[in-house]
């Protein structure tokens, strides 16, 4: 499976099949984490962690605290695609792989700015 992103124009396609992906939250100015895998119906959201709460970005009720994360795992549910926003605010969100991280930026090869990124496995449709 294949991971395409998707912005300003720009398409950048990587051959993974699991990636972590993070950000900081603009206002806490603490990390969200979402593991995510690229399946054949699409995008799956595996477990997510976040290092603190507030600012609307409170765990769900089933996450647990390990090692200073409360994390949690959602119900699987395919998604076509993702859109990722950017405020400019916080920095950029971060594709991480194998221990090593990289911005959008660095990833698509321009930098990304306000424009949103799409997410989605390559071999899916585009959603219309």
């Known amino acids: 499976m294949s991971l395409c992103l998707i912005s300003a ?4 396609t990587l051959a993974i099949a699991a990636f972590t ?5 603009s206002i806490e100015k603490i990390d969200w984490q979402e593991d995510w895998r690229v399946t054949p119906r699409g995008l799956e959201l595996v477990e997510a962690r976040v290092k603190g709460s507030g600012a609307g970005m409170e765990p769900p009720p089933e996450a647990r605290l390990v090692n200073g994360w409360f994390q949690w795992q959602p119900k ?3 998604r076509p695609e993702v859109v990722l926003g950017n405020s400019g605010l ?39």
């Open 90 to 128: 916080a920095g950029e969100w971060r594709l991480c792989r194998g221990g090593k991280c990289r911005t959008l930026s660095d990833i698509l090869g321009h930098p990304v700015g306000v424009h949103t990124t799409t997410m989605r496995a390559c071999d899916q449709p585009v959603p219309r």
């Open 76 to 78: 699987p549910v395919p």
């Open 9 to 12: 124009g720009a398409t950048k």
């Open 21 to 25: 992906l993070v950000w900081t939250h």
